[in-house]
């Protein structure tokens, strides 16, 4: 199919975008790398008088990392997140979800920004992102503000992005100490569009596990932290206890049936998922 009609506007800088994000009597929609969009405007899911190509904005793309956190422009693609090395460095388990999404060319186009805009329940990087506490910020005529990635989310492919709001960037707090995991099972494989993910992110003390931070993907109409497992993890040794944080999540999984899954498999998928995470957290004396 081809899409319907529409007007292409290629601005320069973030004040033109936003202008005619702003500006437009019918729906105008941004274009990050077109990896979503652009399959759902030929197949007329979307039918916007606008496309606003973001490619050629200055200042949207970009990594900055930082003593305390680590910022990804919206417009970065997938492919620089999985290879930049000071990124890599800091906060790995970042790099290694992006490289997780799709395949390497998909990757080359897609960008940070339109993974998250476009909030694929089963999408890795949304459950990363909100693991991880980020903080994402949003541009319009009227202002900036910032969300908790928790809050973005708010259904499959709906987000608290208002009318004429662009993602500009992406904030993740570095958490010294704490170890990384994500996780997924996908159908087909790597590159796979995954059933399930999980995101974890433990601090250990001694002996136990202080602090922890787990979100999931495919398991409802968003991605979902996982807050009973999370407590379920606190005071244990890493790596041990396990069915106790298994039950926990697989409590809070409300997942849809669909012909790549029932719910009921999915559910078990994600036991799968965590089950890995969290022995893969740990040294291999404790694995389960
Ligand atoms: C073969 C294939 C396999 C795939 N596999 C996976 C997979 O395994 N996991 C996965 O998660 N995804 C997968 N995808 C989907 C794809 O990788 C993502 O949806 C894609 O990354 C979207 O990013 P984009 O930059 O291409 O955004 P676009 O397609 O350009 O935009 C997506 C949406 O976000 C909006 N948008 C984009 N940027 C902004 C912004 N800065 N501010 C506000 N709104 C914005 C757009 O208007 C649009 O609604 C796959 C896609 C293909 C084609």
Sequence with gaps: M????????????????LALLAGADRPAVPLAGGQSLVPLLN???????TVVDLNRVAGLAGIRVTADSVRVGAMTRLSDVEADPALTAALP???HTAGLVAHRQIRHRSTL?????????????????????????LHSTQGARTLDAEDFFQGPHLTARRPG???????IPRRPGFR?????????????????GVCLAVAVEGPVVVRARLA??????????????????????????LSGVLDAASAAADPPGDL???????????????RRAVTRLVPERNAA
């Design 93 to 95: 388990v970042l790099a």
């Design 43 to 49: 197949q007329r899911r979307v039918r916007p008088a």
């Design 165 to 171: 709001e662009l993602l500009t960037a992406v904030a």
């Design 260 to 274: 790549h899954g029932s719910a009921a498999y999915r559910t078990d998928m994600l036991r799968t998922a965590l």
């Design 2 to 17: 081809k899409p319907a009609a529409f007007d292409y506007q290629v601005p320069r800088t973030l004040d033109e975008a």
């Design 180 to 196: 990384h995991r994500f996780e997924e099972v996908s159908r087909r494989g790597s590159a796979g569009r995954p059933l399930v």
């Design 113 to 137: 920004g339109g993974s998250l805009c476009h909030a694929d329940p089963a999408g890795q990087l949304p459950a990363c992102v909100v693991a991880l506490g980020a903080r994402l910020t």
């Design 216 to 241: 999931a993907s495919g398991i409802a109409d968003r991605p979902v932290r996982l807050r009973e497992a999370e407590r379920a993890l606190v005071g244990q040794p890493p790596g041990t206890s």
